[in-house]
Structures are given as structure tokens and as C-alpha cells.
């Protein structure tokens, strides 16, 4: 099983618009800024701020300022930098790696947060889009590698305060007989999208409705304002 992280946001510029009632902000105006701590997760490894897409990045993927995952060692934002382009025109994305340590090495939880930024005219499809790329591509960090058994229904969750941000969430199951022994375990993928973010979360050992509550904590605390 291949696992790593993404994404987050924050700051108030002249002419920043609210709409709604007190405590629900508008969506539009957003960059990721990946929280150090949040939950009871910590930051394990950050991705700095590149570009995603073909447009405006500079040269082959091995380049620096192109977070690309086209290698098989890259940390990049879980799809191809074409379908990145394709979800937000020449996006930029980080992301970062969170675990939640446990005394039983086996019990600790790993927690995947990558994301995309840059203007969303339509966040339904965007993350309808998100969560097929992530399930077609099979890229690091969101490869689900050969022993899924079966993967879930999307399932609609709600992001308070958030007027128009959309999440949607399905849990896969795996199995893989090692020896004489079956073993067995499960995870979950999240993907927000609003009008200026899209990221999605996985969580090892994690599930879905706790990983639709971690996701939708992230939405608040990983945007801060450009």
C-alpha cells in the first residue's frame, strides 16, 4: 500500500467579500497553507507550493519548480499534471503527510492531504473529476495498489460555514492472503472543492466518517486568504 499527504489556506485582502449569515465566508480568494498540527495529527512532510499543469511548468518533471508525479518516487498531487491543468487552469499545489501516533506502531494512522488552487468556476464537477482522475491514474500518493476489493459508493458530506464547497467520500476495502493468513483492511478517500481550492485526503486505518470529519476540519484551518 502507497500512502502520502496535501494541502491549505489564509489572509483578508481589500475588497474581500463575506456572504451569508456571521460564520459563513465566501469561498472565492483562497490559497492552501497546510496546518503544522490539527486533530490530533501532526505534520510529518510538507510539499512546497509549485505548479501542477503543463502550462507555466518549466521543463522536464524532474524539474524544481514542478510538482509533478510522473516518477515513481515523486510526492506529487496524486494525478498526472495534464489532468491537474484540466481541474484548475495552470493550478498550483501543495499538500503534506500527517500521522497520528499510537504506543502500537500498528495502530498509528498516516494521513494523505494533497491539493490544487486557482479559480473553480463549477466545485461540483471539479471534485466529481478529482476523485475519478484519483481512482484512474493510480498515481503516488493515491495508489491503491492489487489487492482492493472493492471500492464504495461516492457519499455526499457537508462542509459548515463553506456556502458552495462540496465534499464527496468512498471507502475501499482490501484483502491479501499472506501464507496461510488472510489480512484484511480498509481505507478512505475525501476531495473538497470549493471556488479557489480542491484537495483531497487519505486516511490509512482511518474511516470514512471520521475521514469526512478530518477533511472537512482541514477545509477550515489549511485556506488562508491570498
Not at 22 to 43: E, H, I, K, Q, S
Not at 46 to 62: F, N, Q, W
Request: hydrophobic letters at 35%; proline letters at 8%; one cysteine or more.
Amino acid at each position: 500500500m502507497l500512502l502520502a499527504v496535501c494541502a491549505g489556506l489564509l489572509a483578508v485582502p481589500a475588497g474581500s467579500r463575506s456572504s451569508g449569515p456571521p460564520g459563513v465566508t465566501d469561498t472565492r480568494g483562497f490559497r492552501l497553507d497546510p496546518p503544522v498540527a490539527f486533530a490530533d495529527f501532526r505534520m510529518t512532510d510538507r510539499l512546497e507550493e509549485s505548479y501542477v499543469g503543463e502550462v507555466g511548468c518549466a521543463g522536464e518533471p524532474a524539474a524544481p519548480d514542478c510538482l509533478r508525479s510522473t516518477r515513481a518516487d515523486a510526492t506529487g498531487p496524486g494525478i498526472t499534471p495534464e489532468d491537474a491543468d484540466r481541474i484548475v487552469r495552470n493550478a498550483t499545489g501543495t499538500g503534506a503527510d500527517y500521522i497520528r501516533r499510537s504506543e502500537a506502531p500498528e495502530s498509528q494512522n498516516i494521513l494523505v492531504f494533497r491539493g490544487l488552487q486557482g479559480e473553480v468556476p463549477d466545485p461540483e464537477r471539479a471534485a466529481r473529476r478529482m476523485m475519478r482522475l484519483i481512482e484512474k491514474d493510480e498515481q503516488v500518493p493515491f495508489r491503491r495498489g492489487p489487492h482492493v476489493q472493492r471500492s464504495g459508493p461516492y457519499r455526499d458530506f457537508p462542509v459548515e460555514g463553506a456556502p458552495g464547497a462540496v465534499m464527496i467520500c468512498q471507502d475501499s476495502d482490501y484483502s491479501e492472503v499472506i501464507g496461510t493468513e488472510i489480512s484484511s483492511w480498509s481505507d478512505a478517500t475525501c476531495i473538497w472543492a470549493d471556488r479557489s481550492t480542491v484537495a483531497a485526503t487519505r486516511g490509512h486505518g482511518i474511516r470514512l466518517d471520521e475521514l469526512a470529519a478530518l477533511t472537512a476540519e482541514l477545509h477550515g484551518t489549511a485556506r488562508v486568504r491570498r
